[in-house]
């Protein structure tokens, strides 16, 4: 399959922005013989990932891992501090104007927050049709059967489409998100946690109809939870993140049934099951670290069981283990 998406080597970081303030203090600092604090955020550090079409990438870590600065990385919504950004084989930097607003145009988010990512000024129609009727996707005339033809796809009734998102509940409301993404006719969606600010049975009916427009429209997903039930449903390889580094991918079979890096280990001892009986709950030791000042080396040492001597200096790299299956672990040499 050719790939939709490539990261190679792609960093994010965050820092203050410089203004009087912080030049003063690094004056006070440097007068004292000290350096100023970094406060440099490292979200993402040296990722690759690839994408391929028709695929449903799976990424998963806890909370601050980096998960959702990766998605917009992979949207377009945000530049990578270093590093390349492939889309469909070509550098997004090398593409002209309008190869690179075709290209954003093709790759749409659905956003965590249902609530949030609706402006709530304006009515359904406007927000799922003002898109596609600037990028002139939408016939003379057509709007409104355009704007019904798209509500419909993702479950909605066309009659509320002059309601404003108020008038939604947030199933209804992260549907209405759907919509809009798929009504300017992308090639991939990134979900980002797309359903966890919804309830069991709501999210059980958001990704069925995720799974029916793969099928229907051909579609390929970067799937951002933290949520390894839902990963495990719907996709078909999993990326684990932790502090902004990958440590461990492999289809989504090989994962759940011989993960090797102890953070992914962690992870899946942590997933409530029915069958077993009763288990005593041990989450993963420690919180994790602040990507403001990560540890060396493995960024995992300090909360891992199995640490060795050199994990704590030297970074692990990340390599083939298995077939299709890489690991970030010193365990492994």
Known sequence: MSAMIELR??????????????????????????????????????????????????????????KSTLGRIAAGILAPTAGTVLWQG?????????????ARLRTQMIFQNPYASLNPRLRIETIVGEAPRVHGLIPPGGFSDYVDAQLRRAGLDPAYKRRYPHQFSGGQRQRIGIARALAVRPDILVCDEAVAAL????????????????????????????DLGIVEHIADRVVILYLGRVVEEAGCEEIFARANHPYTRALLAEVPRIAGGKKA????????????DPPSGCHFHPRCPHALRRC??????????????????????
């Open 9 to 66: 080597g792609v960093s994010r970081h965050f820092g203050p922005t410089p203004d009087i303030a912080a030049r003063l203090t690094a004056r006070a600092f440097a007068a004292i013989g000290k350096p100023a604090r970094d406060t440099t955020v490292r979200a993402i550090d040296a990722v690759d990932l690839t994408i391929a079409r028709g695929e449903v990438v799976g990424v998963v870590g806890e909370s601050g891992c980096g």
């Open 90 to 102: 070509r550098d997004i930097v090398m593409l002209s104007a309008g190869e690179t607003r075709a």
């Open 199 to 226: 309830d069991v049975s709501i999210q059980a009916q958001i990704i069925n109809l995720f799974m029916d427009l793969r099928e229907e429209l051909g579609l390929t997903y970067l799937f951002i939870s933290h």
């Open 281 to 292: 709950f041990a989450g993963i030791k420690g919180e994790i670290p602040s990507p403001i």
């Open 312 to 333: 704590a200096f030297e970074i692990p790299t990340l390599r083939e283990i298995a077939p299709g299956h890489r690991s970030a672990c010193h365990l492994n040499s």
